[in-house]
């Protein structure tokens, strides 16, 4: 059986990231498991800690957004396709305000 490499794994999680933050999807809803249907709904306190987390995500997604307009939009169609480049210094070289948003947000 074979098993991913760790280097996958963070290509794979660097492609929903990256996927996510681009469309609008807030990245903390994909990483937040379902709850079971009779499962007791969760605290209030929970409940209003939501809105902060969309609009940090929403800030998030604004600011890359913000940096990736900075460069060509041939930038952002490549990490698309290969989001794995986030990962590597010498592609990141190119980009530094990219390089510096993404050491910030692993």
Do not use: C
Not at 1 to 27: C, E, F, K, Y
Not at 61 to 81: H, K, M
């Amino acid at each position: 059986m074979l098993t991913p490499t760790s280097n996958a794994l963070r290509t794979l999680s660097l492609t929903i990231w990256l996927t996510a933050l681009l469309s609008g999807v807030s990245p903390t809803l994909l990483a937040q498991p379902r709850p079971a249907p009779a499962q007791a709904p969760a605290p209030v306190q929970a409940q209003a800690q939501a809105p902060v987390d969309e609009r940090d995500a929403r800030e998030t997604r604004e600011r890359i957004r913000e940096v990736l307009n900075q460069y060509p939009p041939s930038v952002g169609q490549v990490l698309r396709l290969d989001p794995s480049l986030l990962s590597k210094p010498d592609y990141m070289a190119s980009y530094p305000t990219l390089a510096a948003f993404v050491a910030q947000h692993p």
